[in-house]
């Protein structure tokens, strides 16, 4: 099977509509089962799904957990009971907000049953979230999302964070994520085929993440208290974070890639490319060009580097933001850099990527939205699935 990133990059962009109305669109990783799963094993029916609360900072009754996200088109939450209910602008109670909250066991855990349907679960801790059931640029229900990187966000002050899925006939394709802060430490352990586990940090790991983006200068405002980390980008965009820090870095990849190749490999075949007409071209399978990527682009893997689903572009361009952000390019003429020990080694880097993989058991987290190239995220996936498990795991040491 070959590696995720040389596969469509569907998956990167959110299988639900966030709506016209929405607050931000965050840019976490997203999933494309139909370009990752093998069709000829389907997953039948309702999934368990456990809710485990061992953070051993908050009591089960202080947890609130949301299933949102779409069905065939339209955005749909999760009920108690297991099923799916449309969203509603009838649903916005007095003070202007759902609650969709799931209420977790008084003990112990909590089971419930998920249908198909792509989307993310929260969990919020000491208060509930406030979804705002909006009209779409179509006139559609949708709901307005947290953004816990914009400062008047009614979700601001809630201590919360979510993962991601998309479960249908080809199976069940998760992940935790980072992408746009790293607030509550979750794992996820989805069984079927195999038995596999990921995002669980190491001892002590929510500490580290806070106390390494604190050590570096220009990272240290994306700390915001005791709640949450915020992405670069997404600190970049908030006035928190150089808007020229990776600028340096992108002018010697430039410089250097003037007078030599770059040679980078996908599942299509192998593209070289040099600087030409400050552009970053390359032949190969196809003739793909890049202008010169601000820090903007680079962090959020957009702009001059987003990756569109046409198997040349999208995979050049995804494992160019990889090398941007892990600062390997300058090191390794060839790319994808598959050794770990390689990553972040620049003093201009991704320091916050850098950070919540250091946390983690695996070594796996998704740190930036290109971060699966050579499979770094922590992603996880079964075309046979039995039961998915969220944990929230221990906040301190």
């Known amino acids: 099977m070959a590696p995720r990133h040389q596969r469509q990059l569907g998956r990167r962009k959110l299988l639900f509509a966030l709506g016209g109305a929405a607050v931000a669109a965050p840019a976490v990783a997203a999933l494309a089962p139909h370009a990752l ?6 997953a039948a029916g309702s999934l368990p799904l456990t809710i485990v609360n061992n953070s051993g900072s908050f009591g089960n009754g202080s947890v609130h957990v949301y299933v949102v996200g779409n069905q065939d088109g339209r955005q749909v939450r999760l009920t108690p009971d297991g099923t799916l209910a449309p969203i509603s602008l009838s649903d916005n109670g007095p003070d202007g907000f759902t609650d969709y909250a799931i209420s977790l066991s008084g003990s112990g855990e909590t089971r419930l049953s998920l249908p198909f349907m792509s989307g993310r679960i929260y969990v919020a801790l000491g208060e509930k979230l406030r ?12 709901l307005q999302f947290p953004a ?4 008047s966000d009614p979700n601001f002050k809630v201590l919360h964070d979510c993962a991601e899925f998309t479960y249908n006939s080809a199976g069940m394709f998760c992940n935790t994520t980072m992408v746009d802060m790293f607030s509550v430490p979750l794992s996820i352990r989805l069984t079927g085929e195999r038995d596999q586990t990921t995002g669980t940090l190491r001892k002590g790991g929510r500490a580290s993440v806070f ?4 050590e570096q200068e220009e990272f240290a405002k994306l700390v915001v208290d005791d709640t949450r980390v915020l992405a670069p980008g997404h600190g970049l965009d908030a006035g928190l974070f150089p808007k020229e820090y990776l600028a340096p870095y992108i002018d010697e990849v430039w410089s250097t890639y003037t007078g030599r190749d770059l040679v980078v490999k996908t599942n299509a075949g192998e593209f070289t490319g040099r ?3 400050d552009r970053l071209s390359f032949s190969g399978p196809a003739e793909v060009s890049f202008a010169r990527p ?3 682009d680079v962090l959020f893997c957009d702009g001059t580097l987003a990756a569109p689903n046409d198997g040349t572009t999208g995979p050049v361009a995804a494992i160019l933001g990889a090398g941007f952000n892990r600062s390997t390019l300058i090191s390794h003429p060839s790319q994808p850099t598959t050794e770990p020990d390689e990553f972040y080694k620049n003093a201009l880097t991704n320091h916050y990527s850098a950070a919540v993989h250091a946390a983690t058991e695996d ?8 971060d699966d190239v050579a499979d770094f995220a922590s992603f996880i996936q079964d075309t046979a699935p039995t039961g998915i498990r969220l944990t929230l795991t221990p906040f301190e040491d």
């Open 131 to 142: 979804f705002k059931a909006v009209a779409d640029g179509n006139g559609n229900p949708a």
């Open 148 to 151: 816990g990187w914009v400062t």
């Open 363 to 370: 070594g796996r987290a998704y740190g930036f939205a290109f």
């Open 211 to 214: 106390a390494a983006v604190r």
């Open 275 to 277: 600087v030409r007409g």
């Open 294 to 296: 601000s820090t903007r």
């Open 37 to 42: 799963a093998d069709r000829s094993k389907a």
